[in-house]
């Protein structure tokens, strides 16, 4: 099963083990990260907001057009910022590692 690696704000590690087809805004809530998901995952909010390692953008594919309205609206937005919730997790996926914005 694949992992997906949270970094938060302090430098500590979160490897978290999910099921193929679960979002990394799913993992980092059910995990008590701190990514809300407010809205469930239906691109109207920007708290599940998490930074992609930049070894793993370009893997997690490019965001659409509403991610990158909803993104704006995100603190401490990055070149490598991405909407957890449109980042479905996969045996390819395997090892992603995002960091989880301070102002989360």
Same mark, same amino acid.
């Given at each position: *099963? ?5 970094? $938060?704000?302090?430098?500590s590690?979160?490897? +978290?083990?999910? $099921?193929?087809?679960?979002?990394? =805004?799913e993992?980092g @809530?059910? #995990? %008590?990260?701190g990514?809300? %998901?407010? /809205? %469930?995952? /239906?691109?109207s909010c920007?708290? /599940?907001? +998490?930074?992609?390692d ?5 893997k ?9 309205? =909803?993104?704006?609206l #995100?603190?401490?937005?990055?070149e490598t &910022?991405?909407l957890g /919730?449109?980042i $479905? *997790? &996969? $045996? @390819?996926?395997d090892?992603?590692?995002? #960091?989880?914005?301070?102002?989360m």
């Amino acid at each position: *099963m694949p992992h997906v690696i949270f970094i $938060e704000p302090d430098g500590s590690e979160h490897d +978290v083990t999910v $099921e193929p087809g679960t979002t990394v =805004m799913e993992a980092g @809530r059910d #995990a %008590g990260l701190g990514i809300e %998901g407010t /809205c %469930g995952g /239906c691109l109207s909010c920007a708290t /599940c907001h +998490v930074i992609v390692d930049k070894d793993w953008f370009g893997k997690t594919g490019a965001p659409g057009e509403d991610e990158i309205d =909803m993104l704006d609206l #995100a603190f401490g937005l990055t070149e490598t &910022s991405r909407l957890g /919730c449109q980042i $479905e *997790m &996969s $045996e @390819r996926l395997d090892g992603l590692r995002v #960091a989880i914005p301070e102002d989360m």
